[in-house]
């Protein structure tokens, strides 16, 4: 019996362990987010569109409308993995980063034409042009996020610390 309570104890522990390294690689993957196992950022794909691909207009370029029409077209198609303001999701990369957000216009627009299928990325070349380029305009309109803004801020100085500092000022 007591053996049998100590087996399940164990168990529990084991459990516990487990649950909590699960939670760490999480935690972990989410924070490195942009590195695969090889060091290779996910980024790295825009950076092999072909010069011509690169070379390509935003005919919308100038065009407040296509930023909010892109918008539309961002919740409906792209919200789901990347999150609703582009900042990241569990299933895609945030697009507010600067290796996105500085990317031409023209590698934005032949990332959505192929998609990096064998990474999750799909394919939008059923979308027709003019709404590809929408949402381009509309991911570019957002701008670099601010590191990390949506996630809970680094652990803080415990409490007392903080009491100390402003004692002393
Ligand atoms: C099913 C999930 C999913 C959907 C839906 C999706 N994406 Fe992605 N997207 C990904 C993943 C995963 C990556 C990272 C691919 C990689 O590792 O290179 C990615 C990467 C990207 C990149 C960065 C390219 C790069 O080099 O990694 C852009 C830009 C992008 N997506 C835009 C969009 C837009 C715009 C839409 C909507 C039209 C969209 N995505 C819809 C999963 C998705």
Not at 67 to 91: P, S, T, W, Y
Request: net charge positive; proline share 8%; hydrophobic share 40%.
């Amino acid at each position: 019996m007591k053996s049998r309570m100590a087996s399940l104890s164990l168990a529990v522990v084991l459990l516990g362990v487990s649950f909590v390294l699960s939670a760490k690689g999480q935690q972990n993957s989410a924070k490195a987010g942009v590195q695969d196992t090889k060091g290779h950022s996910v980024y790295d794909e825009l950076s092999k569109a072909p010069e011509k691909a690169r070379a390509k207009r935003n005919p919308f370029e100038k065009d407040p409308q296509a930023v909010a029409a892109g918008r539309i077209l961002f919740e409906q198609h792209c919200a789901e993995c990347h999150g609703d303001a582009a900042q990241g999701g569990k299933k895609g990369p945030s697009l507010r980063v600067a290796d996105v957000q500085d990317a031409e216009p023209g590698a934005l627009f032949w990332i959505l034409t192929n998609g990096i299928v064998r990474k999750g990325m799909p394919v939008w070349s059923k979308l027709p042009e003019p709404q590809r380029w929408q949402i381009v305009s509309y991911i570019r309109s957002l701008g670099v996020a601010p590191a990390q803004a949506d996630s809970p801020p680094a652990k803080s100085q415990p409490p007392e610390t903080m009491d100390l500092f402003s004692r002393h000022r």
